[in-house]
């Protein structure tokens, strides 16, 4: 199989291996593409779904433990891949196989559940996974007393431990409003990026892939936060041991814009709690990318020039009927067969 950017690139000469590095991949979010090469796999052939979903059953039980681990484990399940020299050598000797792959992952979990069961290892109080389908939000109250408000299409995994506590945001969007407990830090991580907190509120959105939306973007809507890089970053920032944001900043991170802390509209900072949609001077494709996280249908264009056209307005998410109504009144173009469930947009001339 031909490694492309949407694609595993590590073993993949059974279904079952392939399956993992798709799971590992998914954990961390897929943009549109990898979503839909995904897709095309998993239907290529009913023995790519099954073993998808045998990953998936497997490591279910695995939410009770704290994330680093979690991912630690998989690493050391898709490391028991080969390079395929080695592979090649192995095949022969009829060494290489799914029970051998299985055996050696099922014995190494065996020892990181023993080592996480011993006193005296960190454990957690508190460990849970969330998710919000699209067009769904969820609040999550936390036995510490901190809430998250987590937007359309969003998973994060938490671990509330004794002397600190942990919040991966695998994809989306979230509101954090922290409960204050100096004696325990309060840390997200999202990509490539650590922000930590004592007490605050302030939102984090990680959706790579969507077209103007696909940098990491920490809000502050009040108190202090620290960003720093997570693990071996590749962002050309990780030379900066941090950056600090107080209330009404944002951060934008990405390989090629500044890492400057910009002004930020306090009321726009979460106002997607609200269903609201605020966009200045924003490509219509960028718009219409983001109410397809909310579960609407994409319309078609008539022409890509439309794309291009630059919008500014206030919008309501889950009114998509609305937003069209409004369209023709704010550029030149019609929007036609709503009632048919696929709208298309053409231009007014």
Same mark, same amino acid.
């Given at each position: ?7 595993? &690139?590590?073993? !993949?000469?059974?279904? $079952? +291996?392939? /399956? ?5 991949? %998914? =954990?961390?979010? #897929? @943009? ?96 849970? &996974?969330?998710? !919000?389908?699209?067009? $769904? +939000?969820? /609040? ?5 007393? %901190? =809430?998250?408000? #987590? @937007? ?31 004696a325990r830090p309060f840390t997200v991580t999202a990509d490539a990026a650590r922000i930590t ?59 090629? +814009? ?51 056209l630059r919008i500014t307005g206030t919008f309501d998410t889950q009114n998509m009927a609305g ?27």
């Amino acid at each position: 199989m031909t490694a492309s950017p949407s694609s595993p &690139s590590a073993c !993949t000469d059974t279904p $079952e +291996q392939t /399956a993992l590095d798709w799971f590992m991949r %998914s =954990r961390n979010g #897929l @943009d549109a593409a990898q979503r839909q090469a995904l897709a095309q796999w998993l239907a290529a052939d009913p023995a790519h779904a099954q073993a998808y979903a045998e990953w998936q059953e497997d490591w279910n039980d695995l939410d009770a433990l704290p994330v680093q681990q979690q991912d630690a484990l998989l690493a050391s399940a898709r490391n028991a891949c080969q390079p395929p020299a080695a592979r090649h050598l192995t095949q022969h000797a009829g060494f290489w196989s799914r029970r051998w792959q299985l055996t050696a992952l099922l014995a190494t979990l065996l020892v990181a559940l023993l080592l996480f069961q011993l006193p005296g290892t960190a454990s957690p109080a508190f460990a849970q &996974s969330y998710a !919000t389908l699209p067009g $769904e +939000q969820q /609040a999550v109250e936390l036995p510490d007393g %901190s =809430r998250i408000d #987590l @937007d359309t299409d969003t998973r994060i995994s938490v671990a509330l431990f004794d002397g600190h506590r942990e919040v991966r945001l695998i994809r989306g969007q979230a509101m954090f409003q922290v409960a204050a407990d100096t004696a325990r830090p309060f840390t997200v991580t999202a990509d490539a990026a650590r922000i930590t907190v004592v007490g605050t509120q302030f939102s984090v959105r990680n959706t790579p892939g969507q077209p103007g939306a696909d940098t990491l973007r920490v809000a502050v809507a009040s108190g202090h936060v620290r960003v720093a890089p997570e693990g071996s970053s590749w962002l050309p920032w990780r030379a900066a041991s941090q950056i600090d944001l107080t209330a009404g900043q944002q951060l934008r991170l990405d390989t090629l +814009q500044s890492t400057r802390p910009e002004p930020a509209i306090a009321a726009d900072i979460g106002a997607w709690r609200n269903h609201s949609l605020s966009v200045d001077d924003t490509p219509l494709s960028h718009v219409l990318a983001e109410f397809a996280r909310y579960g609407h249908p994409s319309p078609v264009l008539a022409d890509p020039g439309i794309a291009a056209l630059r919008i500014t307005g206030t919008f309501d998410t889950q009114n998509m009927a609305g937003f069209y109504r409004l369209l023709p009144r704010i550029l030149p173009v019609r929007v036609e067969g709503q009632d048919t469930g696929t709208p298309r947009i053409t231009g007014s001339h």
